[in-house]
């Protein structure tokens, strides 16, 4: 899987994919499955968004109004799930960390309260399952919840994932589908470049493949650009494309459960504590992740890692935020009192690809003549690049095998070119309606 010697050389693809986040890992997986050559090209894949990342397929929880169409994508993708770890477990041994255990949603005060129940009414509405407990009955399933949560409601369907070890099943997977690859040229290796895609090569009409930063290039009958932020630097986009992406930073912890407090939790804890969201998401391996900071500041790392253990990755970085941290830790100590006997192993933060109304931009871009062949746009997924790796990967091999699904034409990445105007920006957005945040 892995490209050794010199990069100045020519190899040629059937598909190309730009980035090696889940996202990007998961189209080449896709793609290769129908008995396509890919190559993926990223010189540090997996640390981006996708090594922050918590890995909660929420479709349910992190529902928010007026996004209907988003709604509909989240839910046909979480759904394809199940079958996508299955499917990858008999092409890799490595874990995933896939758990279906369920999602619980609680409240610190009053106006927390209503808050929930005024998202779970319109939840309801839309037919999504969510279930509402005594506090009796939450405290009996996760007896670790503080006594003095106001309320809790049981979202069965929102499971989880391990986006770390999801990446390196899916890279395990893609060797082992090419039977440990083939040499070209005698210098790559497999299927992946570690290397920077510097521009799209042009053929006429169509894309036809990508110029590497190391000199060498990929010519593909398909390119997927799904590098993230990265995305609108990519030279030689089509004249006129805008892909108006915002970095959106969050810090996220890493503790590890004493083990005389184990299991801290079975079911991931979704909270609004004040007015601020927070959750905690169990692993397997007796560690808990919380998060649910979203910052857009210009805080920038300039060290190595943006990690609090120091872990090295060669790629520029987001500073934690002191505050974060605090935040997190106190609004998860409120909800689980027990949190403050945890050890905390890694505070870690990262950007995550915004768009103006929060969706991805997913598929082909248009010119006057129609489509443009060769090229796929799939970035912008903001906070739920985990949960729709599996609907985005179906989405771009439906429109490599030429037989793209109508209903997903509201995600066009050229939606925001041309003479279309823009949606109006998107606030921050927030796991909860703002109209019932308390200030503190």
């Known amino acids: ?26 189209i080449a997986w896709e793609l290769q499955r129908t008995g396509r050559k890919v190559v993926l090209i990223d010189d ?55 758990r279906t255990t369920p999602t619980l949603t609680v409240g610190a005060s009053a106006a927390d309260r209503t808050a929930l129940l005024d998202l779970r009414r319109v939840q309801v509405e839309r ?25 809790a409601l049981d979202t069965p369907g929102d499971h989880q994932v391990d986006p770390r070890l999801l990446v390196a099943a899916l890279r395990e997977a893609l060797g082992r589908h090419q039977g440990g690859g083939t040499a070209v040229e005698g210098a790559l290796h497999g299927f992946a470049l570690p290397d920077r895609a510097a521009a799209l090569i042009h053929d006429g009409g169509r894309i036809a493949g990508v110029r590497l930063s190391g000199g060498g290039e990929v010519l593909a009958a398909e390119t997927i650009v799904a590098n993230g932020l990265q995305a609108g630097d990519l030279a030689g986009l089509p004249e006129g494309l805008a892909l ?82 605090y935040q997190l830790l106190r609004d998860a100590q409120q909800l689980v009192p027990a949190v403050a006997e945890l050890e905390l192993l890694e505070a870690t933060a990262r950007a995550r690809p915004a768009t103006a109304d929060n969706a991805p931009l997913l598929g082909r871009v248009g010119s006057a003549a129609g489509d443009i062949p060769g090229l796929i746009i799939s970035t912008g997924f903001f906070r739920h690049g985990v949960l729709l790796a599996p609907v985005a990967a ?22 925001f070119s041309g003479d279309r105007p823009p949606p109006a920006a998107a606030r921050p957005s927030r796991h909860f309606p703002l109209e019932h945040q308390e200030s503190r």
């Open 1 to 26: 899987m892995v490209a050794s010697g010199p990069q100045a050389q020519t190899v040629r693809a059937d598909a190309a994919v730009i980035g090696g986040g889940v996202i990007g890992h998961s």
């Open 127 to 151: 037919g999504l399952g969510v279930e509402p407990l005594t506090i009796r009955e939450a405290r009996s399933r996760e007896p670790l919840l503080s006594p003095g949560i106001s309320c």
């Open 244 to 325: 108006p992406l915002r970095p959106v930073h969050g810090d996220i912890l890493r503790l590890r459960v004493p083990e005389h407090l184990r299991p801290l939790l079975t079911a991931t804890i979704r909270g609004l504590v004040h007015g601020v969201p927070v959750y905690i998401v169990p692993r397997t391996d007796g560690t808990v992740v919380i998060g649910a900071t979203q910052r857009e500041d210009r805080l920038a790392g300039t060290g190595s890692g943006g990690t609090a253990s120091g872990t090295a990755t060669p790629m520029a970085w987001t500073a934690v935020s002191a505050g974060g941290v």
């Open 394 to 415: 179906r989405i771009c091999r439906e429109l490599a095998d030429g037989e793209p699904d109508p209903r997903w034409a509201a995600f066009r990445p050229d939606r």
């Open 44 to 98: 540090a894949p997996g640390t981006g968004a996708s090594w922050a990342a918590a890995g909660m397929l929420a479709a349910v929880s992190e529902y928010h109004y007026q996004e209907e169409e988003l709604l509909d994508l989240m839910v046909e993708s979480a759904g394809l799930w199940p079958g996508f770890v299955k499917v990858l477990a008999q092409n890799a041994a490595s874990a995933t960390g896939y």
